[in-house]
């Protein structure tokens, strides 16, 4: 079995970590954790949230917006957050420099008239076939080739399996417009607005290529309790249409076993390794690692950090 490590670290080729699991469990705080991890390790690190809660900006006690920032104290790690309203006049933009960057596909003739004709309608049209900001900040990074490593904090429950559903979708409207253009160009000749669907279409496939491969490493958070624990058999399942294997299990919050001797503490840690037993047998092939519950919250960097030492401190990167 491999080691948590070895799944994570971008030794071959760029990573991109996931942290699914039910609301409040601390995918967002794992997520700071193993991003604050990487970069100590020297790979450029993103930690994009494409949660509009902005847990990371509590996390981090500063004010991070839609531009990647760089954690000053940390060589190696920069933090995005998603801003809806932000992310579109982005995507839109980039819209634009694509359509200005159709001019140097030399091999086709896509005139100045057919160019300036485009950014006018894209402008006047910003919003694309079920678009929504958190999905533009995620097929971004999926596509950017800026970092070593991007880790994803993705919001609660089933808004993880509807972001790497995205590109799927997305991939299916932009083939019927596709079709639908390539009428009008056979009657027209205008080629512009094709290719640009076409190389819209491209990313969604590269995003959808990377997502069920090795470059993907999709950790499922929980609780040791009945509910998150039955969530994270649904997430896994819910994920085996896109070619995504689920890489390991984090069972955080689990109370320290000295401070657990008899009574209340006694019988609530007997609960949580019912629940930790049954997460094993389940999932006895992929690692799964035990999170103590801090005698503080995940909140500054110090605390991040003791997190990261915690579950990846002493074992060898
Ligand atoms: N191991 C831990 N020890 C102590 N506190 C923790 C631990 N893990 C997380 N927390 C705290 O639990 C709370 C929830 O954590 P977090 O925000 O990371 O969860 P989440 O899964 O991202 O939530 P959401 O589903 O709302 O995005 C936070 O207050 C965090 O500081
Ligand atoms: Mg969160």
């Known amino acids: 079995m491999k080691t948590l490590e070895e799944y994570i670290l971008p030794r071959e080729n760029r990573k991109f970590v996931f942290f699914g699991g039910k609301g409040g469990v601390g995918k967002s705080s794992l997520a700071a954790a193993t991003a604050f991890w990487l970069a100590e390790k020297g790979f450029k690190t993103l930690l994009a949230s494409t949660d509009i809660q902005?847990?990371?900006?509590?996390?981090?006690?500063?004010?991070?917006?839609?531009?990647?920032?760089?954690?000053?104290?940390?060589?190696?790690?920069?933090?995005?957050?998603?801003?809806?309203?932000?992310?579109?006049?982005?995507?839109?933009l980039e819209v634009l420099r694509?359509?200005?960057?159709?001019?140097?596909?030399?091999?086709?003739?896509?005139?100045?008239?057919?160019?300036?004709?485009?950014?006018?309608?894209?402008?006047?049209?910003?919003?694309?076939?079920?678009?929504?900001?958190s999905y533009n900040v995620f097929i971004h990074y999926m596509n950017n080739d800026q970092y070593d490593a991007v880790v994803f904090d993705t919001a609660p429950g089933y808004h993880?399996?509807?972001?790497?559903?995205?590109?799927?979708?997305?991939?299916?409207?932009?083939?019927?417009?596709?079709?639908?253009?390539?009428?009008?160009?056979?009657?027209?000749?205008?080629?512009?607005?094709?290719?640009?669907?076409?190389?819209?279409?491209?990313?969604?496939?590269?995003?959808?290529k990377k997502l069920a491969s090795d470059q993907t490493i999709y950790f499922v958070v929980t609780h040791p309790e009945m509910l998150p624990v039955y969530e994270v058999k649904r997430i896994q399942e819910g994920l085996i249409p896109y070619g995504i294997k689920v890489k390991g299990i984090f069972i955080n919050s689990v109370l320290p076993e000295e401070y657990c001797k008899s009574g209340f503490f006694f019988?609530?840690?007997?609960?949580?390794?019912?629940?930790?037993?049954?997460?094993?047998?389940?999932?006895?092939?992929?690692?799964?690692?035990?999170?103590?519950?801090?005698?503080?919250?995940?909140?500054?960097?110090?605390?991040?950090?003791?997190?990261?030492?915690?579950?990846?401190?002493s074992r060898k990167g």
């Open 54 to 92: 902005k847990s990371q900006n509590d996390i981090f006690q500063r004010d991070i917006g839609s531009e990647e920032t760089q954690i000053s104290e940390v060589e190696n790690l920069w933090v995005v957050n998603v801003d809806p309203k932000e992310s579109i006049r982005k995507h839109q």
């Open 98 to 133: 694509r359509i200005e960057s159709l001019k140097d596909l030399s091999s086709e003739k896509i005139s100045e008239s057919e160019v300036t004709f485009l950014k006018e309608y894209w402008e006047k049209n910003p919003v694309l076939p079920c678009e929504t900001a």
């Open 160 to 208: 993880n399996l509807e972001m790497v559903n995205y590109p799927w979708r997305y991939v299916y409207n932009l083939e019927m417009a596709i079709a639908a253009k390539r009428e009008v160009v056979d009657l027209t000749g205008k080629i512009a607005e094709l290719k640009l669907l076409e190389k819209l279409r491209d990313e969604s496939y590269s995003a959808i």
């Open 267 to 313: 019988r609530r840690r007997l609960l949580q390794e019912k629940y930790i037993n049954l997460v094993k047998e389940e999932f006895s092939d992929i690692p799964i690692v035990e999170v103590p519950l801090l005698d503080t919250e995940v909140v500054s960097l110090e605390n991040v950090k003791k997190l990261a030492l915690l579950i990846y401190g």
